[in-house]
Every structure is written in C-alpha cells, then in structure tokens.
C-alpha cells in the first residue's frame, strides 16, 4: 500500500512507519517533527518564526499539497494536523478525503473527546481533567484546554473530521473509552508502535549501586501531567535513603538527549494522571527501565495482558508515589524482575512490526 502519515505525537508515526516500511509498503511521513522534540520525517512542515511565520508556513503547505494526493491511507495524528487554526484546516481535510482513498484519525492526545470524557468525572476514576467526582475544570491549565476543544472551533473540527473519517485508531486505553461509545463501529484500539531492533538497552552504572530515578520535566505540561508531584515524592526519598538512589532530572531536551540522559538509569516516572504508559515509559520500558505512573488493571485488560505486571502503579497523589518507591528501595518491588518483565511487555504488545500488521488489517477491513 501507498501510506501517508500526517503529523507527530511523540515519535508514533515515525515508529509506524519503520514498521510498515519492513511490511514492504510505501510510507511517507510528513511533520513537523513534534516541535522541539525533533523526531525525523520524510518531508518537513515546521511552521517559521517571526511576524511573516503564518504566511510562509501558508506557502509552504500549499506547495506540498501535491506530495499529499494519490494515497491508499492517508493518517492524521489529531483533527488539528497543521499548525494552522481549526477553521482555517477544513480545506486541507477536504483535499486529503478527496485525493485519497481512505483518510483515518488518530486519537492519540488531546481532542474534544478527552476533555469532554475526563470532565464527566465517572468514566474514569482519575484523569488529566477529574479526579473522582471532582472537576479540575478550574485549574489554570486547564482552562484554555476546555475553551478551545469543548468550547471553540477545534472541537467543531474534531467532531466534524471523527464523523466523516472512515476510522479512528485510539493508543491508549484512555482514548478508547473516549470514543468507543460515540463510534463504536469505527474505533480500533491499536497500541502504541516501539521499534525495538533500534533500542539500546540501559547501561550498568557499576560505579554507583543505588536505584536511578529518572523523571523529565515540560515545564508547561508540569502540573497538568503531575510530574511536579512526581518530583516532590522523588525528593522526600532521597532525604530518606541519600545513599540508596539519585534522582536524573532533564528538562525540554530534544529526543535524542533524552534518551542518552535516560539510559544510565534504571526507573521512569512518568504521567501521574494516567491509566497506562505513554510513548516516553513505552521507550523506557524497551531498555528495562521500570516504569512508575499508570498501570491500571484496565491497561492490562486491554492488551488482554495475563501475566506480565511491570509497571509501578500509582494513586494521584504525592503520599502514594512516594510509598511505592520506596518499595523498590526496600526490595519489597523485585526491580530486576520488573526490569526484565518490562522488556518482555514491549515484545508482546508493542513491536513496531506487530502494531503495524494490526494497522494495516483494521485498514483494509475498510
């Protein structure tokens, strides 16, 4: 198949595409590299600075629409695929449904449907928008969310492109619950793709024999992910055990920094407000890090996953972060099993090439 991977979250599409490139189909994938994370892509849509940026980037897309015609599968990584306002991305959807045999949306991040599901507040027990019966519709970052998806013209896109599309692919299980009610006949949860033949395993740090804490900081995203609890946690236990672990802290480093910081340690926090690991503690898993965030009986149910328990579970608050990490200092967590297990998970659920025969069975299934 001819295949067009439109947009980045987090590396997926990249990964995605290695998988079906290995499949033997033809991918192409355009973005803008997610921003400053900077991951690769095959052609370039990084919108430019200063007061002329709107209308080069204006040009710029134009000039590629030609390159985005003539495809099997076109995917987009979220309704707002450009860089451009909502209103202003009808036309370019319309062109991809028109020149194209099937356009697919992927929900992989924030959208409508995830405001909306989180501030019911029973769908989930805890989210980035609820925790219990309690909005946290008031908390500052919050707000300019729920404007612009429940509120603005980003929601009136987001519903407008899930009803036409002809599917929509949930990562997580999060996001599966978000739209399964609304589209049951269209929705597909597929994993998260993590090319492991590129992962290099966490190096020994024989120097030292104390547990590394690995925790990376968005300083925008650091209390709506909760890694500011995170971190507050990590603190008290290295007061209580200073011999017994250290704590690697990176702030808004680009991918390939990231990684390198990541791979001398051996535990990842990581997302307090989710059920399930995201594409960071995925990648971390895959060199043996634990991870420490969300492992919800649900995530495993999902991955109809029996057997395998790798992740440090934790509550959304700072007393029950603490309290289970401190057992992976006491050894009550047997963190080399974890750490083996943790490898083990990605091999089953979310081999690049696995999650992309899953893609292109849902696909042809349209």
């Known amino acids: 198949m001819k295949i067009l991977l439109l947009g980045e979250y987090s590396n997926v599409h990249w990964t995605l595409a290695e998988g079906l490139r290995a499949l033997g189909h033809d991918v192409c994938v355009i973005s803008d590299g997610d921003g400053w994370k900077n991951y690769k892509r095959d052609i370039d849509l990084t919108r430019p600075a200063g007061k002329l940026g709107a209308l080069r980037y204006l040009i710029k897309v134009i000039s590629k629409l030609p390159l985005m015609k003539g ?39 924030m959208d409508y449907y995830w405001v909306k599901t989180g501030l019911d507040c029973t769908t989930f027990r805890y989210s980035d928008f609820n925790l219990g019966n309690k909005s946290r519709a008031d908390e500052e970052h919050n707000k300019q969310f729920i404007a612009d998806w429940l509120k ?39 994993p998260f793709p993590i090319n492991v033949d590129k992962i290099s395993p966490k190096t020994p740090h024989p120097e030292y024999e104390g547990i590394r804490f690995f925790i990376g900081i968005q300083k925008s995203r650091s209390i709506y992910k909760g890694t500011n609890i995170m971190l507050h946690a990590l603190e008290r236990l290295k007061a209580k055990y200073p011999g ?24 990842i926090l990581d997302q307090l407000y989710s059920y399930t690991p995201s594409m960071n503690p995925l990648l971390a898993m895959a060199k043996g890090l634990v991870t420490v965030g969300g492992g919800e009986p649900e995530n495993y149910d999902i991955l ?6 790798p992740i440090v579970n934790v509550q959304p608050n700072e007393n029950d972060v603490f309290l289970q990490m401190e ?40």
């Open 71 to 109: 495809y099997d599968v076109v995917q987009i990584i979220n309704p707002v695929f450009l860089e451009f306002k909502a209103e202003r991305i009808y036309p370019f959807y319309k062109y991809l449904r028109k020149h194209n045999k099937k356009v697919f949306m992927g929900a992989f991040g």
């Open 152 to 190: 603005g013209e980003k929601g009136r896109l987001n519903k407008f492109i899930a009803n036409d599309c002809d599917g929509i692919i949930t990562g997580l299980y999060e996001y599966d619950c978000c739209y399964r009610p609304h589209f049951p006949n269209k929705t597909r949860f597929i």
């Open 244 to 267: 017994k672990m250290e704590i690697v802290k990176v702030e808004s480093v680009p991918y390939n920094t990231y990684q390198h910081l990541m791979n001398s340690s051996d535990v």
């Open 304 to 309: 109809n996953e029996k057997e395998l328990r």
């Open 327 to 366: 057992k992976l200092i006491t050894g009550e967590y047997n963190l080399q099993k974890m750490s083996e297990q943790s490898i083990e998970y990605i091999n089953r659920h979310h081999h690049y090439i696995k999650v992309a025969r899953q893609y292109v069975k849902y696909w042809n299934s349209i």
